[in-house]
């Protein structure tokens, strides 16, 4: 139905307008290729060409974060704190956000059956005389992976780099952390690690496959990448995308909630459409081999409950629950800076969390992860 309260000037957001009991029931993994696109070339801008004084200055250090600094690296807006180093990423930085990253973490360690990718263990291996193996977490959030991988590799030398600086009490010694904004460049990292992580980062990266090409030059030779991104869409119960527009308010909500979030995030420069590519960006790199596309269906909105449902199928719609219900509160900014009317954000997040309360109509979102070895010299 057609609202009047999305009329001009709040209709920019219709550019999109055109287009059991065992774990295994909860989330499943299938493969289908992508289809494929263009990339673009490198740019040789790196932060420190923007603002060194925000990097640390060796591995065994971690910026202090003072109150002038405190000022200087985020801002207030409709009641969180976001960055102040990107005008791309627009999701919160503040104690509310982290801590929802860290229970998210834990749900993933679930989902992907373990906190690493198979190679993980063989690439970190303190197997080479000479050699520190190095691992670069990028856009790390709460740091809860890079914290892990210098925790179970003490031998290795962990990376991680975000928006905002780490400030864990339990910082492992072997992890630095870097204020850095991927979309400068990788240039000064090229050739210094064995693994690159990333995670849920495309909402605050403008250009997804020349990131690819960077993370490529950023490995040494039989090196691993490993990236997991959503596709910012919402599917049903049959796993079929749900296609909605922004021009009209209505349910489904959290269909159409996120169809807002994506259109919000790509007209401040987010590369919403990474998650589809990801497979044949890799698979069509030179310098990659050996890609493992794998592919996990999420209920942002369980099926109802079941009699015979598991105490495992619960505690998971649990931890799901937690995690959708703070991620509706951590895109408020973004949707409220995008121009969007108060009361409709009010409107869709809170007839999306009945939808989440009654689960009457279940939902999906996908989750699409690849990850492949840097080929060898012959």
Known sequence: MFNPRLARPFDILSLMDADSDSESDVFSMVSG?????????????????????????????????????????????????????????????????????????????????????????????????????????????????????????????????????????????????????????????????NVVHARLISSGIKDYHLLIDQIAHVLRPGGLIDVSEFDFHIYDKDHRRIELGTHEIGPPWWARWMTFMAVAIRNIGGDIDAATHLRDWISSNSLFEDVVYREFWLPVVPPPRMANDSEFIERFYAKMKEDVSAFIRSGRPLLLGSGLPEDIVNEMEGKAMQELEERQSPMFTRLQCVYARKKMPR
């Open 33 to 193: 290729p992508p289809p494929s696109v263009g990339g673009s070339m490198a740019s040789s801008a790196t932060s420190y060409d923007v603002d060194p004084s925000l990097r640390s200055a060796s591995p065994m250090s971690v910026l202090s974060v003072t109150e002038s600094m405190q000022a200087h690296i985020y801002r207030q807006e409709y009641g969180r704190g976001l960055n102040n180093y990107s005008d791309v990423y627009r999701l919160p930085a503040d104690e509310e956000e982290l801590e929802r990253l860290d229970k998210q973490h834990s749900m993933f360690v679930d989902i992907m059956g373990g906190k690493y990718v198979p190679p993980m263990a063989s690439v970190m291996a303190d197997d080479l005389p000479g050699e520190t193996k190095a691992c670069l977490d990028l856009g790390c959030g709460s740091g809860s992976w890079i914290m892990d991988v210098a925790r179970d590799f003490p031998h290795c030398s962990a990376v991680a780099v975000d928006l905002i600086p780490m400030q864990s009490p339990t910082m492992p010694p072997n992890l630095r952390s870097e204020v850095d904004d991927v979309n400068l460049g990788l240039e000064h990292f090229y050739g210094d690690f």
